[in-house]
Nanobody, 119 residues
């Protein structure tokens, strides 16, 4: 079955860095567009980064642009999110997701990994 398993979350001080990973299995990873989302308590889920099939096309939410980098390794079937200059407002549960590139809706989701940034 399809599985997306995030890892790499944790607690870090403001200004620090973390790298999240998302290991995919059960589907053809290289043929799906991928994204990272986050949700803080009491807030709506926010799409923060997206990447195309080869990794050459990326997009970011304004809230993370210039601080976060999304990438993928199709040989390892893994998605990454390098996060830098972390702020307390980056505290959230982070999720990876997959969608057929021809569709707007993500149909595969991971279980999430918690990121906590202290001031």
């Amino acid at each position: 079955q399809v599985q997306l398993v995030e890892s790499g979350g944790g607690s870090v001080q403001a200004g620090g860095s973390l790298r999240l990973s998302c290991a995919a299995s059960g589907y053809s990873f290289s043929t799906y567009c991928m994204g990272w989302f986050r949700q803080a308590p009491g807030k709506e889920r926010e799409g923060i980064a997206a990447i195309g099939l080869t990794g050459s096309a990326t997009s970011y939410a304004d809230s993370v642009k210039g601080r976060f980098t999304i990438s993928r390794d199709n040989t390892k079937k893994t998605l990454y999110l390098q996060m830098g200059s972390l702020k307390p407002e980056d505290t959230a549960m982070y999720y990876c997701a997959a969608r057929p590139c021809a569709l707007d809706e993500y149909n595969y989701w991971g279980q999430g990994t918690q990121v906590t940034v202290s001031s």
